[in-house]
């Protein structure tokens, strides 16, 4: 049975950082990329960053470039999205879902796979 628990989230002040975890179980990572996604109120889910096998890392999201990164640790079958600078337009529910490939295809793809969210708020 494959679980994606996210966690991580709270209340982090704009400019703040804030390290979102995704442990993953009955998923190898070694083999299978994984995905962030977000959604905040009355807007529609968006595909963040994704990283494959092989470290690979795409972005999904120009609003996130040179703010948020992905990383991952197979030892602990966890992926991490670190995020910096933050701002209010960042408030969302943070998702990690599994593509069911190696590879990072599309954030609009098949994700049968998905964590329950982490919220995240952004304010002063």
């Known amino acids: 049975q494959v679980q994606l628990v996210e966690s991580g989230g709270g209340l982090v002040q704009p400019g703040g950082s804030l390290r979102l975890s995704c442990a993953v179980s009955g998923l190898n990572l070694d083999y299978y990329s994984i995905t962030w996604f977000r959604q905040a109120p009355g807007k529609e889910r968006e595909g963040i960053l994704c990283?494959?096998?092989?470290?690979?890392?795409?972005v999904y999201a120009d609003s996130v470039k040179g703010r948020f990164t992905i990383s991952r640790d197979n030892a602990k079958n966890t992926v991490y999205l670190q995020m910096m600078s933050l701002k209010p337009e960042d408030t969302a529910v943070y998702y990690c879902?599994?593509?069911?490939?190696?590879?990072?295809?599309?954030?609009?793809?098949?994700?049968?796979?998905w964590g329950q969210g982490t919220q995240v708020t952004v304010s002063s």
């Open positions: 879902a599994s593509e069911w490939s190696a590879y990072c295809y599309s954030a609009s793809g098949n994700y049968p796979y």
């Open positions: 990283i494959s096998s092989g470290d690979g890392s795409t």
